[in-house]
């Protein structure tokens, strides 16, 4: 009768900890997202000329491409491809508990096109810049979007992607 009893506790004490352990391992992997570092320049035609823009924008994404707050400080790298069509600062940091971080594009009065980079560990993303010499060398290729909401919609964005 003892050893009966025994045997039905350790069964049950077996099956709650093997619950318990799928459930953790269930939360665990819910709980780490795949995060990608994202860099947009908006407006990404710009007229050329000694100016300053504050059009470069630097956040990160989790797998489903919604825009996601930094726990901490987090500090990425930029770079200009051709220095003398547009200049960026070496390196900004987003503040923890933001979504992204604005940072300047400095022209000159050269025209042309340039990559602007922006890495953070391992990983390295670009957007592309064009800059031109007059309003019409400037393409318009502007597309009027209504966006209706839906029960798709990502919600909680701040950063100005489309």
């Known amino acids: ?28 992997a819910q709980v ?8 947009k320049l908006s407006p990404s035609v710009i ?10 924008h ?10 996601i707050k930094v726990a901490k400080d987090t500090t990425v790298n930029l770079e200009s491809e051709d220095q003398s069509i547009a200049t960026v600062p070496d390196k900004i940091t987003i503040p923890a508990n933001s979504q992204f971080m604005t ?7 050269n025209s042309g096109t340039t990559k602007i980079f922006a890495s953070f560990g391992d990983e390295r993303v670009f957007d592309t810049l064009i800059v031109g010499r007059t309003q019409d060398e400037i393409k318009n290729d502007l597309k009027l979007v209504v966006n209706l909401p839906t029960g798709e919609m990502n919600v909680n964005s701040e950063m100005p992607f489309s």
Do not use: W
Request: aromatic letters at 8%.
């Open 58 to 67: 630097v956040g990160f994404t989790n797998k489903y491409g919604s825009l």
């Open 47 to 56: 007229e050329s000329g000694e100016n300053t823009h504050q059009i470069g």
């Open 103 to 109: 940072f300047d594009v400095k022209t000159t009065s």
């Open 32 to 39: 780490e997202p795949s995060t990608n570092l994202v860099i």
């Open 1 to 28: 009768m003892l050893r009966e009893l025994c045997l039905k506790t350790l069964l049950i004490m077996l099956a709650a900890f093997a619950i318990i352990l799928g459930n953790i391992v269930f939360a665990v």
